[in-house]
Each structure stands twice: as C-alpha cells, then as structure tokens.
C-alpha cells in the first residue's frame, strides 16, 4: 500500500491520548480509546496488505509472519529485557512472581487472558496500576487476531469482493454485539478478549473490500475529516474510567479512525494536512515503541514510590522517560530490523524463537525461585510482609448465611453473648474481638459482608456489592428469630460511607450510598443517617443493647509498603493523620452518631482517641498495625487492640451462661419460697 503520512499522523493521535491518560492527566480522561484507534487502523492496514497480494497472488503466510516478527517482536523483547531488570530491583517477590508470570503470558500472546483472570479488579481500578505489562493486553489481542485473519482472507480469495465484504460485515456486527452485551453482563471479558474487539479490527478492514463514498468535493471532504477528528477527541476529552467500555462507547472513536482512513485517501483536507504535520508524523513512526515504553514506566515509578497518584513532576519526567526510550528503541531496535536486507527469514524466525525461550525460562526461574526473596534486606521484607498479615477466618467467615455464621471467643454450642455485625473492618477486628471475647469469658457470632456497611436499606454501586441489602436484612431476621446475643456491635468504615469518598491519598475508591424504597429516598450522607437509624431502631425494637464502635484511624497511605520504602531506599514515611484530621473526616459520622445516642440501651464507643496520640500511630511493638491504609493488620488488632476491644467495648456483657445460672438460681429461691 501506499504510505500515507496521515496515517502516521492519526497514530499519534491514538498514542498520545493514551499516554496521557495513563499518566493521570485529566485533560485526557478518554485516553484509553486511543487503543480502539490503533485497532482500527491496523485492520485497515493488513487487510489492504494481504488482499492486495492475494489479489497478486504473491500472498505468504511466512512472508506475513516474518513481517509481523519484524514488526512486533524485536522492540518487544527490548522492553521485556529492561522491565524484569526494574522488576528485579524493585518489586517484592509475590509482585515480582507475579511479574514473571505476565511475561511469560505476554511472550506467548496471552496476556489479555492472564490479566483477565488475574486482575482482581477492572482494566479502570487504580490497582492495575501496579501492572507493569498490563497495557500488552492489546498486542495479544491483535495477534491472536492475526492467527485466524489471515486464513480466512485465503479461504475467500477465490470469491468476489463483494462476497469478502459480506462475511466481515457479518464477523464484526456479531463481535459488535457480544460487544455490547459483554459490557453490562462480563465488564472485564468484554474490555480484554479478542472476540468483543474483533469488530474493531474488521471495520478497518472492510475499508479495504466495500466501495467508499466520493469525497472528491473540497468542503465535503473538509466536513467529512473535521467529523471523524471531533469523534475521536470528543471521547477523550469526555469519557472517563465511568464510561462502560467497549461496546457502545467505542463505536463514537472507531467511527472516527474510519473516517479519517477513508477521507485522507481521497484527497488533501485541513485535517489531513494536520495530520501530516512532520511533528505528529515523528510521533507515528515511533507510536508502538513509545505505546510498549510508556507504562512500565509509569507503572514502574507507582511502584517505586508506592502511590497509584504520580506528582505532575514525576508524572511529566515519566512521560519524558517515554518518548525518549521510544525514540531510541525505533532507531536502534524497530528500524534495522524492519529492513528486509537485515537478517534472514530464517535468522529472524530462530532469534525470535531464542528470546521467547530466554523469556519463559526466566520467568520459570523467578517463578520456581519465588520470586528471588534473597535481593531485598530481611528487614524490608519483614516489615513489607504485614501486607499479608490477614486473619485467614476473614475470607473463611465473610458472606456466610445467617444460619452458618461464624463463632468468635469462648467455644459454646447454643446461646451466644453477642453479634459483631459490620464490614471488612469488622473482619479486621475479628482476632482482637476474639481474643478479648476469651478473656472476658464471652460467646458471639461473626456477621459481616466485606463492602456491606451494617446500614438498613442501604446500597451501593457495584455488581459485588449488589447483595449488601439483602445481607443485612438477614442479620435483623436473625436477630428477631434468637432470644439470646443481648448486645449488637456494629463495625464499619463509617467515614467512607458518610462521604462517599476515600481518605485522600488512600488506594482504594469512595463509596457513594443511597437508599431508596416506599418510605424513604436519599443518597450520600442523607442515606447514611437514615441507615443507621433504622439499624438502630430496628436492633433496640429487639430488646437489645448496640454498641457502636468508631472506626480506627484511616491513614491515607499504604502502611507496610512505606515501611518497605523506608528500610530498603531510605524515603522518609508520608505524615501520619492527626487527631484534628480524623475528628476532620468524621464530622459527618459524629453527627450521625449522635442522633442516635440518646436511645435507651446505644453506647457510642470511639477507637480513634486511643490510638491517635500526637499523631495516628502506624507500628506496634515494631511491626506495622496495618495491612494496607485503612484495616489493622492481624497482629495489631490481636495484640494491639484486644485490651481495648474488652475494656472499652464487651464491658457490661454478662456471659449468656452466667444469666442461665442466675435465672436457675432465681427460680428455684422462688419455688423453696413457695
């Protein structure tokens, strides 16, 4: 085919958006659909490729893939080779196993399937900025693409254009729709795997193979380029990580590329000369090394500093980083390995067979070593290691029936002294509420649902959080149908619900609320109050007492991996929050609480006091007191936190078997009596 400049150009306006927005720049909120673009593009280019020699009858298979090893491969492995170097020298063994792992999915075209199912969240939750070859998810979508394309194309040679044109018409219209149907039904399927961004591909392609419009008068060829440039920026500037993805919302940017492709190749426009501006054409040439560049960079710098927000001046150098790596990998990597006078057929097939071997059997050896612990100082890794310190009854205990709720404290069949009711939070007090229940000589059950605050009619977006409502309904059902548990303690991370938003600097989301039913309809910090009301109302109606516990201090930044930064690079820890911060924070919960504090038989019980002293402490007994930013870590809540769970909290519990006793005692004075 014939090169087009503006080609080159519209590439840069694929990779630039993408690069950005990765790098957290609110201008580009969008950015992501510069991917679709790239697909769009690349179906467009190979297609016209394969058909033109098919139609020469001088098409290869081994011609095609030695082209696509030419392309893909070399550049590929260059940024492989430097990343496990980074990954050596700073991620911790299960991120670095981990890391291992995803090269040698990536190595074998497998990526999008190992993110997919290894991801524990979706391609726009912060954590996958942790991912240092998350972003080669495309590539493996692309080439496996590539596997089936090319055969079909041979298979069809034999028949008319038009009979080509219809069978990927008929392709990329079903993959368009499993597309919109996986988006609301399978979110994380439908954004990685090839079947719902085949269309992507096949639209570029049918470019090649259907009749395109006369564009041949100037204004209309003007209106026609300017429309397809303002629906590929439209989205970035206006989608964002909220924007279901693909399906619909792809079709606005992929629309656009097309248009674009058909328009530049029907003559000059404003659009197309933009495009051809020698500054975006550099950027095309070394659009897909700086594409393979520019997140492990960035994901490498989160890494290092341990923090999902890069500061603009960071986020800026990583940027730069990226263009600059990009630059070199082309001239030295991607350009001499283009030239078909460089290397052999054959040479090319065997080296890229060598690197995918020295790939794999490193990741094998990372893998077999876990991870190679032996590089990090044993302090480090100790203190790095409180990130796993979780009770492991937390996974075991969470989401159970009302009827197969968990024990906690002394082990007694039959009547139980009290329910801990709540949310991850009251998973992470569970050890030090076990051990105070035993001190204390006292029985109860474990009730909680991890994201599910102990709210009545309370909800919250998110498909795992769907059955929030429904979970906590079931404890007031429990409740009602047992005449023992005289006292409910209620847990949670109150502040992130009062105010649907996380603790600045904290990793995870906000959690916005509502609640809405016959009686009642708010959302926010008005749905909050109204929950907790009826939790209350609803608990006391029992003839029982409610302990509600403040929660512990929210840090704002990941405890034990800033404990890690500390001991291995010598960074100073971020400030602790102070007293006044989270008072600050809780405002809203305060006021909340105290509209329910002067019912009979509620007591308000505030952590925070306790372990705030001239700021929020972080470490206990040497060790980290929590196993991220916000829950207290095994250890703690065990050793830490138990005196006080006893002496401030279960104070005032009579054991249920001491009241059996008494009431025993009490009836048979009154039967010697009569």
Not at 197 to 218: H, S
Not at 303 to 318: D, H, I, K, M, N
Not at 579 to 586: C, E, G, K, S
Not at 639 to 662: M, Y
């Amino acid at each position: 085919m014939k090169h087009r400049r503006d080609i080159d150009g519209l590439r840069a306006f694929a990779v630039v958006p993408v690069v950005l927005y990765h790098a957290g720049l609110s201008l580009a909120s969008g950015g992501f659909v510069g991917v679709d673009v790239f697909f769009v593009i690349s179906g467009f280019l190979i297609t016209g490729i394969i058909r033109s020699e098919l139609e020469k009858q001088s098409f290869s298979l081994l011609s095609f893939y030695e082209r696509r090893a030419r392309r893909i491969l070399p550049a590929l492995f260059f940024v492989l080779a430097a990343s496990f170097l980074a990954a050596c020298l700073i991620l911790l063994p299960s991120a670095f196993s981990s890391f291992a792992k995803s090269a040698a999915a990536t190595t074998l075209f497998a990526s999008n399937f190992w993110f997919w199912r290894t991801a524990q969240q979706g391609y726009f939750d912060s954590s996958i900025d942790y991912l240092p070859l998350l972003h080669t998810w495309s590539l493996a979508v692309e080439e496996q693409f590539y596997l089936i394309f090319p055969l079909l194309l041979m298979a069809l040679a034999r028949y008319r254009r038009r009979t080509l044109a219809v069978c990927i018409a008929i392709g990329s219209a079903a993959s368009f729709v499993l597309a919109v149907v996986s988006v609301a039904h399978w979110p994380h399927a439908a954004f990685y795997l090839a079947p719902a961004r085949a269309w992507e591909l096949g639209l570029g392609a049918m470019l090649t193979v259907l009749p395109m419009p006369d564009l041949t008068g100037r204004w209309r060829r003007e209106l026609v380029a300017f429309t397809g440039l303002v629906l590929i920026l439209g989205p970035v500037v206006l989608y964002n990580d909220a924007t279901p993805f693909p399906g619909l919302a792809a079709l606005a940017p992929c629309l656009g590329a097309a248009i674009l492709l058909v328009a530049g190749g029907q003559g000059k426009s404003a659009t197309s000369s933009l495009l051809s501006w020698t500054p975006l054409v550099w950027i095309g040439w070394i659009s897909y090394s700086l594409y393979l560049w520019h997140w492990p960079i960035l994901s490498f710098l989160r890494l290092r500093f341990q923090t999902t927000e890069l500061s603009p001046l960071v986020g800026t150098a990583g940027v730069a980083a990226a263009f600059a790596m990009a630059a070199f990998s082309w001239a030295i990597v991607e350009r001499p390995f283009r030239n078909r006078g460089f290397l052999r057929r054959g040479q090319i097939f065997v080296l890229s067979g060598a690197a995918m071997a020295a790939v794999l059997s490193t990741a094998v050896l990372v893998w077999m070593g876990g991870g190679w612990p032996q590089r990090i100082p044993a302090t480090a890794l100790a203190a790095a290691s409180a990130r796993d310190d979780v009770d492991p009854r937390r996974s075991q205990c969470a989401d159970r029936a009302p009827s197969d709720f968990c024990r906690l404290g002394v082990a007694r069949s039959g009547d139980a002294d009290f329910l801990l009711w709540g949310d991850s939070h009251a998973e992470a007090l569970f050890p030090g509420m076990d051990r105070a229940a035993q001190t204390a000589g006292l029985s109860g059950i474990f009730a909680a649902s991890e994201g599910c605050p102990p709210l009545l009619g309370v909800s919250r977006g998110g498909r795992e959080f769907a059955n929030c409502a429904s979970f906590n309904q079931g404890v007031i059902q429990f409740l009602r149908a047992r005449s023992d548990l005289s006292t409910v303690v209620l847990v949670s991370r109150w502040a992130v619900f009062e105010t649907g938003t996380r603790m600045p600097g904290g990793e995870d989301q906000g959690a916005p609320i509502e609640l809405h039913d016959d009686a009642d309809a708010a959302k926010g910090a008005a749905a909050f109050r109204l929950g907790l009301q009826r939790t209350i109302s609803a608990v006391v109606a029992t003839g029982r007492r409610v302990v509600i516990v403040g929660d512990v201090p929210e840090i704002g930044w990941n405890v034990p991996a800033h404990l890690y930064l500390n001991l291995r690079w010598g960074d100073p820890l971020p400030a602790v929050p102070t007293q006044a911060a989270i008072n600050r924070r809780n405002v809203g919960v305060m006021a909340a609480f105290q509209t329910v504090a002067d019912q009979p038989g509620v007591r308000i019980v505030w952590l925070a006091p306790l372990l705030c002293k001239d700021g929020c402490q972080v470490t206990y007994e040497g060790r980290s007191a929590y196993f991220d930013d916000n829950h207290l870590s095994a250890f703690a809540s065990r050793e830490w936190l138990s005196p006080i769970l006893e002496d401030r909290v279960l104070s005032g519990i009579a054991s249920a078997s001491s009241r059996s006793s008494s009431e025993a005692r009490r009836e048979a004075a009154k039967t010697a009596h009569h």
